[in-house]
């Protein structure tokens, strides 16, 4: 598995542990999990070019917004949505 997950750390302790709960349910690897506490389109661009330089050359890269959605027929099995679904929650419940 190659992915990588850049998660802006934002909102209390326990819905940061809650979020944890959900990538962890969602069978993704700590390890894949970087948490920020600044988040810009600079630094986007610079992990998305770091991560660029591990992958495959023929590997694809999905690069969502926040508010992007995507779908493919592979085995995420649609765990992904639940993340975003929680992640949603707890950024409007901040605002």
Avoid at 15 to 40: L, N, T
Avoid at 50 to 73: G, H, K, R, S
């Amino acid at each position: 598995n190659h992915s990588h997950f850049v998660v802006h750390r934002v909102g209390t302790d326990s819905e940061q542990i809650m979020s944890q709960i959900e990538f962890d349910r969602a069978g993704i690897p700590k390890k894949a999990i970087e948490i920020v506490h600044s988040y810009s389109s600079r630094l986007k661009a610079q992990k998305v070019n770091a991560y660029l330089d591990t992958i495959p050359q023929d590997a694809w890269l999905v690069y969502p917004d926040a508010d992007e959605f995507f779908a493919f027929p592979c085995d995420w099995g649609g765990r992904i949505l639940p993340i975003l679904d929680h992640l949603r929650k707890a950024q409007n419940y901040d605002a």
